[in-house]
Structure formats: structure tokens, C-alpha cells
């Protein structure tokens, strides 16, 4: 079973702030949250990732609760190119890879 | 730095063939993850190598197999292919031989007639 939870699906207005979701109130000390996006037909891509501060790159913005059992990936200004879905895990170094499990991902629909 | 690349990217085959299908990691990359994407099953792990070692195996028959080469190259064969096996075959390397920063290739589509 996935260690993290997302709403299946969201939506958003072209050039406002998508907010996503993901619960992952399992996680350990020592693992980090990543996030990964995949537009259609293709292979998912990497976006960011974070321990327990907030991370920023030119991508999105990733904030993370105190108690890091949720955290929000923030795109500031979606696109109509952002439409895709988009997959919260967790791991850490040791992680065997079949425990990273993708889970189904919000499906976010920029609108215009 | 060019990204990860998979060929081929589309192809079909028929029941009872096989396939062999090659990923060429990030340059410096040692490790190398295989995927299977299905609309049904999502993304699911196949298995994963590290410097010519497989370390570990997801829960897939033993038709589906890999191998990776000393310069991290990597394929994996699927044997006796069933239309189940029709997917989108996904590749990822890492540079930190972890299941972290993942970056994947555009996928190879494998149609089963």
C-alpha cells in the first residue's frame, strides 16, 4: 500500500496557484517527500523534494507541515502545460526500491 | 547532459514473443529502476540495478527479466508475452543509487496483439 494519500483529482484556473495535497502521516524520521508530475504519455518528471523545510525551485514550492505528516506542492502560476498527474511518495536512502510506491496521483486539470 | 534514453519507444508484438527492451542511464548513473505503467495498475515496480546487480525484484513473473551492462546500461526481456503484458515500459536512473531523485526516460509503448 502507497505510504501516501492524494485527492485523485483537482482543478485549476490558468495563472492562479495550484495547490496539491498529499498526506503521508506514516513518514519516518529519516525519509524525504518527493514529487513527480507526468503529462500525458510520457515519463514521469521530477519536481522537487524536501525533508522538512520548505523548498523552492523554479519549478514549484514545496511546503511541509511541522509534524510532516502532510505536505503541499505549489505550483505559483499554473499553465495550461502543467495538466498532468501528479505523484507525492516518500523514501529514503535505504529504501528497497519495490517499497516507493507511485500511487494513482492527483490528476490536476489547468483550465483556461 | 542528455537525459535517459529507451528504445524503442513504440512496438508490437505478438502472444508468445518476446522483447527486449534497452535503457541507457544519465551518464554517472549507476543505478537503473524498470517500471511497468498500465492504465488499470498505475505504475508498478519491475526490478532495479546497481552497478550489473539486481538488488531488487518487484511482484512479476519470472517471464519478465534484466540485466544491466558494466556501462549501466540496461534491458529487460519479457518472454512468451501475453496481451497483458501491453504497457508503457518505463526506465528511471539515479544518481545516488537510492530510490530518491528518479529521472525517467519517455517510456517504451509495448502493444501485444
Known amino acids: 500500500d502507497a505510504k501516501t494519500t492524494q485527492p485523485p483529482s483537482m482543478d485549476c484556473a490558468e495563472g492562479r496557484a495550484a495547490n496539491l495535497p498529499c498526506n503521508h502521516s506514516?513518514?519516518?524520521?529519516?525519509?524525504?517527500v518527493y514529487w513527480y508530475r507526468q503529462i500525458h504519455s510520457q515519463g514521469p518528471q521530477y519536481i522537487i523534494h524536501?525533508?522538512?523545510n520548505n523548498e523552492t525551485n523554479e519549478m514549484a514550492s514545496l511546503i511541509i507541515t511541522e509534524d510532516r505528516k502532510s505536505s503541499t506542492l505549489i505550483l505559483p502560476h499554473a499553465t495550461l502545460r502543467d495538466t498532468a498527474v501528479y505523484y507525492c511518495?516518500?523514501?529514503?536512502?535505504?529504501?528497497?526500491?519495490?517499497?516507493?510506491?507511485f500511487g494513482p496521483g492527483t490528476s490536476l486539470s489547468v483550465i483556461p | 547532459k542528455a537525459g535517459v534514453t529507451q528504445t524503442p519507444r513504440y512496438l508490437i508484438k505478438t502472444r508468445g514473443q518476446q522483447v527486449t527492451l534497452s535503457c541507457s542511464p544519465i551518464?554517472?548513473?549507476?543505478?537503473v529502476s524498470w517500471y511497468q505503467q498500465t492504465p488499470g495498475q498505475g505504475l508498478q515496480f519491475l526490478f532495479e540495478?546497481?552497478?550489473?546487480?539486481?538488488?531488487n525484484k518487484g511482484n512479476f513473473p519470472g517471464r519478465f527479466s534484466g540485466r544491466q551492462f558494466s556501462n549501466s546500461r540496461s534491458e529487460m526481456n519479457v518472454s512468451t508475452l501475453e496481451l497483458g503484458d501491453s504497457a508503457l515500459y518505463l526506465c528511471?536512473?539515479?544518481?545516488?543509487?537510492?530510490?530518491?531523485?528518479?529521472?525517467f526516460g519517455e517510456g517504451s509503448r509495448l502493444t501485444v496483439l
Open positions: 528511471a536512473s539515479s544518481a545516488t543509487g537510492g530510490p530518491g531523485e528518479l529521472f
Open positions: 506514516t513518514i519516518s524520521g529519516n525519509e524525504y
Open positions: 524536501g525533508l522538512k
Open positions: 511518495i516518500v523514501s529514503d536512502m535505504k529504501t528497497s526500491y519495490d517499497k516507493v510506491i
Open positions: 551518464s554517472g548513473h549507476r543505478s
Open positions: 540495478y546497481f552497478s550489473e546487480t539486481q538488488r
